[in-house]
């Protein structure tokens, strides 16, 4: 299945949240570079790649320590954000399944959170194979999956119980990717070698008061499915976050852990 609605709607919903993405996603998803960039080794003198690079705060991490960097995404806008925010890195419009470069020419390659986001991390992280030199490593950051993750366990449960997913384009499961041992079967399926998975504590925080606005610019998947229900059926649904999110709640603040996990693996 190709999945072109929900990639388009992915597309599209990134590129309208270029320059909110600091203020909201960012908060959460930079948790992890240190050890996105610890996994994939990725240190002075090597040459990175950045798949699914956003604004560019992986790739623009990995500038700051010496590596060379670029970074490729899809969506317009975002290519141009990080082009603007780190101008020591080079950033081009790409998609994640046909990454512009020859076989063999990086040392490393790293994806923060991009695999939760496409029809088919498999060929992402084929792709990601073939651009590395014999002996280059991959880090990829994926959120873990409800239990675990306290966010997603109120965020999924609310929608889950009221919205109505026939008005949603289909896309591939969100958490197909979120234990260990998926990772390390789809690492090992593109031809990585000693695949280690390992957790890393994030925390997501927000206004409680705020948080269904915050949402629709912290999330592009949830926020399609949120957009396209009636506004008794958004209620519904903010209702319950409001509930489930009550015990998270400091000062106004929402505070709720949203564990990653990190896979990293060696082109033999």
Not at 10 to 29: F, L
Not at 55 to 73: Q, R
Not at 249 to 268: F, H
């Amino acid at each position: 299945m190709s999945f072109d609605g929900f990639t388009a709607a992915e597309r599209t919903g990134w590129d309208r949240r270029a320059a909110v993405y600091g203020a909201t996603t960012a908060r959460a998803t930079t948790q992890a570079i240190p050890a996105l960039l610890a996994g994939a080794g990725v240190a002075a003198g090597r040459r990175v790649i950045d798949v699914c690079c956003g604004p560019g705060y992986a790739a623009g991490a990995a500038a700051a320590i010496g590596a060379e960097a670029m970074g490729i995404d899809a969506a317009p806008a975002m290519v141009a954000a990080a082009r603007a925010a780190f101008p020591a890195c080079r950033f081009e419009i790409a998609d994640a399944t046909s990454l512009p470069a020859p076989e063999g020419c990086f040392d490393a390659a790293i994806c923060s959170f991009g695999l939760f986001h496409l029809a088919d991390p498999a060929a992402a992280l084929a792709e990601m194979h073939r651009v590395l030199r014999p002996g280059g490593r991959l880090a990829a950051s994926q959120w873990s999956a409800p239990p675990a993750s306290a966010f997603f366990r109120v965020v999924f449960g609310g929608i889950g119980a009221h919205a109505d997913m026939t008005v949603v384009p289909e896309g591939p499961p969100p958490f197909a990717l979120s234990t260990a041992g998926a990772l390390d079967a789809a690492l090992t399926d593109a031809g990585f070698r000693d695949v280690t998975v390992f957790e890393v504590p994030v925390v997501f925080e927000a206004p409680a008061a705020a948080f269904p606005d915050h949402f629709r610019d912290f999330s592009v998947r949830g926020s399609m499915i949120l957009e396209r229900q009636t506004p008794e059926t958004r209620a519904r649904i903010e209702a319950a976050w409001r509930d489930g999110f009550a015990p998270f709640e400091q000062g106004g603040t929402i505070r709720a852990p949203m564990p990653a996990l990190v896979a990293s693996g060696r082109k033999a």
